[in-house]
């Protein structure tokens, strides 16, 4: 990813934290980065240009094929999903999750988010497998602590919130809320 469009979605982040601490109410203006001021469930919405290779902690050494990932996470510490947003579009140096290492390889594209029951993040993951095209990518990734395939997905075609919400609606309906999306590029 280009560092200038990091820093402009780093940027519309910070500015509508400043707005939200002045204030103590969400009011960016900005409906969709209202709802970052809480806790909630994401998808980092990963593209990676040419395969990969990648050691991920004690996953090992992972060959990503090139195409489409889609990471769900939740975010309910310190912060909440700013914190936690923020931390993803600036790549770690000090990689902690297994998604810090993949990371550095791919350009985001996109991040889906909505104020969900952390619980929620196991649905999304399942919801994402619907799609078309998609698949388990790294059994365990992003997965240690659930009964998860994996909570990264590999799509061999770009991601569409409206089918992904519908499949989610199918799967459980209280974790599908409107979605949010913040577009970092393309
Ligand atoms: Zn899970």
Redesign the pocket.
Known sequence: MHSNAIQSAVSVLEKSRNGYVAKSTPATGDPRLDALYGKGVYVLHLRIEKEARANVGRLGRIVFAAGYYAY?GRAFGPGGLFARLTHHLRPSTSPHWHIDFLRPHGVVDKIWWSRTAPAC??SW?RGLMRLRGASASVRGFG?SD???DS?LIHLTRRPRRAAFRRHLHRLAADCAPPIRCLRIEG
């Open positions: 769900v993040e196991h993951a997965s659930c009964r998860c909570h």
